[in-house]
């Protein structure tokens, strides 16, 4: 009897998704657990697979087909001799899938030697792209230079044996002889970052209030640290966990910081669940820390690093980016001197982090140079006041200018 193969819910808030690719070929045979299709959503890329042996009896939804929740993505026809099918019914897609299969174990072996990022990488894996053949923009291939240097898609689906259906990596380009456009279709986490920033403007009443750290303190402190931090933990003493480390603190004092609205209600947390903003190809992400004030540094650190690797994997799961209640961006990694942080709603706050850079400053009377960096705190006024939020940044810079005292009060 044939089963339907539906979009499933795979995760709070996501209601649609887009069909990346499909992994098995309309009529071929597929194993029981073995991926069938790409779904990409606003949060993370997820792949269904055959929840038994079966063949694929149809595609309803091709590749770049925007889906809901509960759409019926294609068909497959459970049965014992699912596995001899492929030979009997299509020798084709059995050649063609072995010859694919060795064109990729090729490709990937000569992709080895070229630099590129990691989401390069996997996408070169999926469509089969040498990444030597590509001209990257900087010092390493992107995935945005794969997508430019290629302008068409492989052939759809067919029954038969022809290769899987893929979406176009880049659009065709309109050019003259000296002007040109690109019109590149948003992925979909790029499209939810962009309603959800819209949405955060359009509901918060956000004000942002600004202070400076001298951070020369922790810099010393990271300075006799950092050799035998990296030692016992392998992982290096970075400025986020002193950061962290005093935002919570800082939120134990003033609650309505670490709270959300609800209706006419505040709801106020006395768990600390902090996001930490992470730069990927596709925007920004912000995977949390959960309970992080029962995190030692070298714990914040090594959790900060993993998510950035799995960001830049594509590896972050569902659970990595839900809830939060109070955020961190650091737009200092990029050069930012100073920003307006956006919310991330439901959160009431956001404290973002900038460049460190020598400035001349009063010290005892006497103009010294220190390692100087401006702190924004970003907040809903609705339910925050701006003297609390002032207070509670200048909170954030006591207890940074002494370190000491993020392990003493903790």
Known sequence: MPVNIVVPEVGESITDARVVRWLKQQGEAVAAGEALVELETDKMNVEMSAPQASVLEQIAHGPSANVKIGDVLGVIEPGAG???????????????TAARAATETKTETKNDKVAATPSARKLAREHSV??????????????????????????????????PARAPLAPVASTSATRSETRVRMSK?????AKRLVQAQQTAAMLT?????????????????KDSFKARHG????????????????????SRINAEIQGDEMVLKSYYDIGVAVGTE???????LRDAD?????????????FAARANDGRLTIEDLRGGTFSITNGGVYGSLMSTPILSPPQVAILG??????????????????PMMYLALTYDHRIVDGAEAVRFLVRVKTLIEDPASLAIEM
Do not use: W, Y
């Open 130 to 163: 040498e990444l030597g053949s590509v001209t990257p923009a900087g010092p390493r291939v992107t995935a945005d230079d794969i997508r430019r240097s290629t302008s068409t898609a492989p052939a759809s689906t067919t029954r038969g044996g022809s290769a």
């Open 353 to 370: 982090l900038h460049a460190i850079n020598e400035r001349p400053v009063g010290v005892n009377g006497q103009i010294v140079l220190r």
């Open 235 to 254: 992982v290096s003493l970075g400025i986020a966990s002193f950061f962290v480390r005093a935002s919570i603190l800082a939120l134990r004092e003033f």
């Open 209 to 225: 209030t600004f202070n400076e750290v001298d951070m020369s303190a922790v810099m010393a402190l990271r300075a006799r640290h």
């Open 282 to 288: 596709e925007g920004l992400v912000v995977p949390v």
């Open 82 to 96: 699912a596995a001899a099918t492929p030979a009997k019914a299509a020798p084709a897609a059995v050649a063609a």
């Open 189 to 193: 986490r790029r499209a939810t970052i």
């Open 294 to 306: 029962r995190m030692s540094f070298a714990r914040i650190e090594q959790g900060i690093r993993d």
